[in-house]
């Protein structure tokens, strides 16, 4: 789905990201390593949010470092979901669960029943957990279409109970996932772990 060949990126003289090739395979892939070791920077770059300073990032075998901003928006839209580090960024505060997901193009709430968050759809989103508003980003992230979710420390802001639930949703995700973590509990779970030293 996404494959990252030679990646760079440098701001400057500081060097974020050497030299990485990836495939983003089926199941959870998880980006490791200490603060600083480029994780967030790769995983913009992968999500198209970004462009590398050197390199090549292919989605669906198309390159995309030809493609003009705005065809690089059309096929993120498309193709990828970005859940944010806070909760409260990926969700529309004044709507409720349901029209959340409705916003997202879901056609109905069985999203909100495979998530464990049945029984919620006309809830508001300040009466969700920290963990409950990250499935539902990622419940939303799903209603979108998209072929590949993309999280950025996704438990890092969360208490262990709520990060709990966000590791269930994770593990079942029914399209391929790529996270960027320093959760050891994360790294356990993931089928496929790229581990990124500091420079």
Same mark, same amino acid.
């Given at each position: 789905m996404i494959r990252a060949c030679g990646v760079g990126v440098s701001y400057g003289s500081v060097r974020a990201v050497s030299d990485v090739s990836l495939s983003i395979a089926p199941g959870l892939t998880v980006l490791s390593g200490p603060s600083g070791s480029g994780k967030s920077t790769l995983l913009r770059v992968l999500s198209l949010v970004e462009r590398p300073s050197a390199g090549e990032v292919f989605v669906r075998d198309v390159p995309t470092s030809s493609l003009s901003w705005s065809d690089l928006r059309l096929l993120r839209r498309k193709e990828i979901a970005v859940v944010f580090q806070n909760p409260a960024d990926n969700l529309i505060s004044h709507l409720t669960v349901g029209e959340n997901?409705?916003?997202?193009?879901?056609?109905?709430?069985?999203?909100?029943?495979?998530?464990?968050?049945?029984?919620?759809?006309?809830?508001?989103?300040?009466?969700?957990?920290?963990?409950?508003?990250?499935? #539902?980003?990622?419940?939303?992230? +799903?209603?979108?279409? %998209?072929? /590949?979710?993309?999280? &950025?420390?996704?438990?890092?802001? @969360?208490?262990?109970?709520?990060?709990?639930?966000? #590791?269930?949703?994770?593990?079942? +995700?029914?399209?391929? %996932?790529? /996270?960027?973590?320093? &959760?050891?509990?994360?790294?356990? @779970?993931?089928?496929?772990?790229?581990?990124?030293?500091?420079?």
């Open positions: 997901l409705r916003a997202a193009g879901a056609a109905d709430l069985s999203l909100l029943d495979r998530l464990g968050l049945d029984g919620s759809g006309t809830w508001r989103i300040g009466a969700l957990s920290g963990g409950q508003q990250q499935r #539902l980003a990622f419940a939303c992230a +799903l209603a979108c279409g %998209a072929s /590949v979710v993309v999280a &950025d420390e996704p438990t890092s802001q @969360l208490d262990v109970r709520s990060a709990d639930l966000v #590791l269930e949703t994770l593990s079942s +995700l029914p399209v391929p %996932a790529v /996270v960027a973590s320093h &959760d050891p509990r994360l790294v356990e @779970l993931a089928d496929l772990c790229i581990p990124l030293a500091a420079s």
